[in-house]
């Protein structure tokens, strides 16, 4: 689950980026980051406009975020690290969504013909320890995520989800200089969704469940106003640690929507297959140090559908039918370098692969995308006074579509109105040529006697889209802190 409000940014890759979370690394090598220790706790507020291009997300974010997160030194041979963070806010014109975590749960939503505005709480939880000998090491950590969501107006969805995982990991020394590490995660998720009516005037709503590209199951539109979701999901991987460091995974979600009023009846499965690489090389030269590093992630989706008897006492399934799949595929080149240390300069230059399709067999319905996006990032710092210390960043992007493929023909009479068009909208968004920039500027202030600073943050980003054919995105993050 993502709580953080951010994540809308990367909303178009949501399948992506639920499947990359079944399995988050090996925690052994943390051991090995740095040498001190560090921590941090701020307050921040966000406000982001149309920075997410699906209508699951809506339209706009305004919230704030306590977070505080650690990584402490404890000898030698040890650390132990975590992080802490409370976030509400709202999300306006929300649509096709009544759940808290589309990403999680997509295609297989619950989605009524109102939509609207929607309050958001989230907590996030994280903890870890590592120990590393001459010869070998070991980490394990323990993460935990809630959300609510929730309307105050007909109709009146509160979703509760939750997400409980363990990672542990180890590494071996092969050769001088060389290691082999493997690592493992269990990870389980959950999700109550239920629509309440309280007769507002004017207010009313058919309930739809819905199949992935504007379908849905006909069978039970109407007033089945409770779902429950039930996720389990195994991952692990190698990693290697020598000249070059390098981890490979593979992730397997399996989902499953229950109707508590069909008696609990499983209407639909999603199982999430994921499989990824990564590797970086670190080089350096007399003034700069450099680092590159490459990655790839590849992701299946498939619904499946169970038929059932007329259900005159129970639903008793008779058939099971794959209607929806979904894949995506992307690979990212990235390429950072840095220099000095009063004065210290970052450059970040990244391009961006991706392709994704879905295509349900039913209605008939398929669509493609291939994108390439580009993007450059600086950032510098400079010890303006003993005390005060200051950091710029300024970045740009750039994202084009190579191809695309958009195949949803006309709407069905039974289906939920407007959300082929939705769909369509959100497609057209996507692989609409994008231009965007960013800016963000940071003061610390040391020589405080309880902690190491107390910084202050402000951060920009925009998006134009070609032709203007869509609204402009953007956000601003303004944020406070002190590290210690």
């Given at each position: 689950?993502?709580?953080?409000p ?5 909303a ?9 979370q ?12 740095q040498?001190?220790s560090h921590?941090?706790m701020?307050?921040?507020l966000t ?15 305004r919230?704030w975020?306590?977070a505080g997160?650690?990584f402490?030194?404890?000898?030698e ?10 976030t509400d806010?709202?999300?306006t ?7 808290a975590?589309?990403?999680e749960?997509?295609?297989?939503a619950?989605a009524?013909?109102?939509?609207g505005d929607k309050?958001?709480?989230?907590y996030d ?6 120990w590393r ?24 969805p509160k ?8 990672t542990?990991?180890g ?8 290691t ?10 959950s ?5 309440d ?17 504007g379908?849905?199951?006909?069978r039970f539109?109407?007033?089945n106003?409770?779902?429950?979701y039930k996720g389990?999901a195994?991952?692990?991987g190698l990693?290697?640690?020598?000249r070059?460091?390098?981890e490979v ?6 989902l ?7 008696g609990?009846?499983v209407i ?16 350096a030269?007399?003034?700069w140090?450099?680092?590159?590093a ?13 038929i059932?008897?007329?259900g005159t006492?129970?639903y ?5 039918r794959?209607?929806y799949?979904a894949?995506a595929?992307e690979a990212t ?11 210290r300069?970052e450059?970040?230059?990244r391009a961006?692969?991706s392709h994704?399709?879905e295509?349900n ?12 996006e580009?993007c ?5 710092w400079n010890q303006?006074?003993?005390r005060l210390?200051?950091s ?18 006309a709407?069905?009479?039974k289906?939920?109105p ?27 202030v040391?020589?405080?006697r309880?902690?190491r ?7 920009a980003t ?9 609204a ?11 590290t210690?």
């Amino acid at each position: 689950m993502t709580p953080r409000p951010l994540i809308f940014i990367a909303a178009a890759l949501a399948p992506c980026l639920a499947a990359a979370q079944d399995a988050p690394g090996n925690p052994a090598r943390m051991a090995t980051l740095q040498d001190s220790s560090h921590s941090e706790m701020h307050v921040g507020l966000t406000t982001l406009a149309h920075m997410s291009e699906m209508a699951q997300d809506g339209a706009k974010w305004r919230g704030w975020e306590a977070a505080g997160r650690t990584f402490l030194r404890l000898g030698e041979s040890s650390v132990a690290w975590g992080h802490a963070s409370y976030t509400d806010g709202r999300r306006t014109d929300v649509m096709l969504s009544e759940t808290a975590d589309y990403a999680e749960i997509g295609p297989m939503a619950v989605a009524d013909t109102a939509g609207g505005d929607k309050e958001r709480e989230a907590y996030d939880f994280l903890a870890g320890f590592a120990w590393r000998g001459r010869k070998a090491g070991a980490g394990l950590q323990v993460d935990y995520s809630s959300a609510t969501e929730f309307r105050t107006a007909d109709p009146r969805p509160k979703a509760d989800a939750t997400v409980a995982r363990v990672t542990a990991g180890g590494w071996l020394a092969v050769a001088d200089g060389h290691t082999l590490g493997l690592f493992g995660a269990l990870r389980k998720y959950s999700q109550e969704i239920d629509i309440d009516f309280y007769n507002e005037y004017g207010a009313a709503a058919t309930i739809y469940h819905l199949q992935g590209l504007g379908t849905d199951y006909t069978r039970f539109a109407g007033s089945n106003d409770e779902a429950y979701y039930k996720g389990k999901a195994i991952g692990g991987g190698l990693t290697y640690d020598g000249r070059v460091s390098a981890e490979v995974g593979i992730g397997r979600n399996h989902l499953e929507k229950e109707m508590p009023d069909l008696g609990n009846a499983v209407i639909d499965e999603t199982t999430r297959q994921c499989l990824w690489a990564k590797a970086s090389c670190p080089m350096a030269s007399e003034r700069w140090s450099h680092r590159l590093a490459i990655s790839a992630i590849w992701m299946r989706n498939e619904l499946t559908q169970n038929i059932f008897d007329d259900g005159t006492r129970t639903y008793r399934p008779i058939a099971r039918r794959k209607p929806y799949e979904a894949t995506a595929q992307e690979a990212t080149a990235e390429f950072h370098s840095a220099k000095g240390e009063a004065a210290r300069v970052e450059l970040t230059a990244r391009a961006k692969w991706s392709h994704t399709a879905e295509k349900n067999t039913d209605a008939r319905r398929t669509l493609e995308k291939t994108t390439l996006e580009a993007c450059l990032h600086a950032t510098a710092w400079n010890q303006a006074t003993r005390r005060l210390r200051l950091s710029y960043g300024l970045g740009a992007t750039h994202r084009a579509a190579l191809a695309t493929l958009c195949d949803l023909g006309a709407p069905t009479p039974k289906e939920m109105p407007r959300a082929l068009a939705i769909e369509r909208a959100a497609f057209e968004r996507q692989t609409t040529a994008r231009t965007g920039g960013e800016a963000n500027v940071r003061a610390d202030v040391g020589g405080w006697r309880h902690f190491r600073t107390i910084f202050l943050r402000a951060a920009a980003t925009a998006l134009w889209y070609e032709g203007r054919a869509f609204a402009p995105a953007w956000g601003v993050t303004l944020t406070a802190g002190v590290t210690i």
